[in-house]
């Protein structure tokens, strides 16, 4: 083969291999965003809000840690209460949690060793609120499988995990005043 016939056939070649690589590229960036998207479809879990998936009252609540703001860590161990604790579930960018903050504090000031804050999310600069607003002790976020074990896919949720360990109470949303009062009569009840 000739020299020109060569560099003819690479003239023609080149193009072609950058032409492949080009659609190869594309088609790779197409798949990890639809990757990417479908991730962030099943970590939203978009749940109609009479079928999100939960803990239900009488599971077993299980044990996990955490650490609070100031480096202290925390062993959380159902099977051990002496008393009901009340766990709030929340994360910095929830409106409705902002909400439910001051509901959460008004039973922290009343029962002040029997509620504990789980953030679900990192804390940002431009966040609706921090942990500081809250007159409760607040875990740095839960890992996957607690959250995961917990159920917790939307926030913000309270629970209320009895002195046997079992779950006693459930309220996904804002905690309105007739749930305030279900969580105060279980509280109460246990003195």
């Known amino acids: 083969m000739t020299d020109t016939r060569k560099d003819s056939i690479m003239g023609i070649m080149w193009p072609i291999a ?4 080009a659609i190869a590229v594309i088609f790779m960036a197409y798949q990890n965003y639809q990757l990417r998207k479908e991730i962030l479809r099943l970590k939203s879990r978009p749940y ?8 239900h009252e009488g599971d077993t609540a299980r044990p996990f840690m955490g650490q609070l ?3 202290r860590e925390i062993y959380f161990h159902p099977d051990s209460l002496v008393n009901p604790v009340i766990m709030v579930w929340f994360s910095y960018d929830c409106e409705p949690c902002l909400d439910a ?3 959460w504090n008004q039973l922290a000031r009343k029962y002040p060793d029997q ?3 789980i953030e679900t999310g990192e804390w940002y600069d431009g ?12 875990l740095f976020p839960a890992s996957d499988s607690v959250k995961e074990h917990y159920q917790v ?8 995990v009895l002195p046997e360990g079992i779950i006693g109470y459930v309220k996904h949303g804002i905690l309105d005043e007739n749930a305030a009062a279900e969580i105060k009569a279980i509280l109460n009840s246990d003195k």
């Open 18 to 21: 950058v032409i492949i690589m």
């Open 48 to 55: 109609p809000a009479d079928h999100i998936p939960s803990v």
């Open 127 to 138: 966040a609706l609120f921090s942990s500081n607003d809250a007159v409760f002790p607040v």
């Open 115 to 117: 509620i504990i804050g």
């Open 69 to 71: 703001s100031d480096g």
């Open 153 to 160: 896919y939307s926030t913000p949720q309270t629970m209320v």
């Open 101 to 103: 903050l001051h509901r």
